[in-house]
């Protein structure tokens, strides 16, 4: 028994690393993602992706309650379906990891085949550091744990939206996640 814990405590650790991984810290900004002239991000639209009715339906509320507008999808099939059509309307796409018919890792490349500079925010339940590794190397714009209070959807969100610095690599080890 002490091996599962320990094995929890690691895997907790590992999670708290990934979420924080492309957090203020690494990028400049600070914890209420502001940047240079001091605004914060706000307004725009949100694609949610997440097969769970529920979950969509709260965070929808959440989002809107922050100042977006949301657009939601119940599959990852749908969510390509509506950012093709909607891209240019589209300032993040959030992503649950696990859906049945396509997961979050598999909308994420087809997102970027349609659309190389989409901002993606992944959100999950389980813990995918390896997942997330190759996810952020290829520009995934952040982390979000489920479950998740609204302080930390909207500093997600507004890291995520944050402009990516020009000449800089697309992951977090450079600073241009």
Not at 29 to 54: K, M, N, Q
Not at 129 to 144: A, E, H, Q, V, W
Request: charged fraction near 25%; aromatic fraction near 4%.
């Amino acid at each position: 028994m002490p091996t599962q814990v320990n094995n929890d405590i690691s895997e907790a650790a590992s999670c708290k690393r990934l979420a924080n991984r492309c957090g203020p810290e690494s990028s400049g900004e600070d914890a209420r993602g502001y940047y240079e002239g001091g605004d914060a991000l706000r307004g725009g639209t949100i694609l949610l992706v997440d097969d769970d009715s529920v979950v969509r339906e709260v965070v929808s509320e959440m989002l809107v309650s922050l100042g977006y507008d949301v657009e939601t999808a119940s599959s990852g099939l749908d969510a390509l379906i509506i950012y093709e059509d909607r891209a240019a309307e589209i300032s993040l796409v959030v992503i649950d990891m696990f859906m049945p018919d396509m997961g979050g890792e598999k909308v994420f490349t087809q997102l970027k085949k349609i659309d190389p500079d989409v901002s993606v925010l992944v959100a999950s339940g389980c813990c995918i550091d390896s997942l997330m590794t190759g996810m952020m190397d290829m520009g995934c714009r952040g982390f979000l744990q489920k479950p998740f209070h609204l302080t930390e959807l909207e500093e997600k969100i507004k890291l995520a939206m944050r402009p990516v610095r020009k000449g800089g690599p697309k992951s977090c080890a450079g600073a241009g996640c």
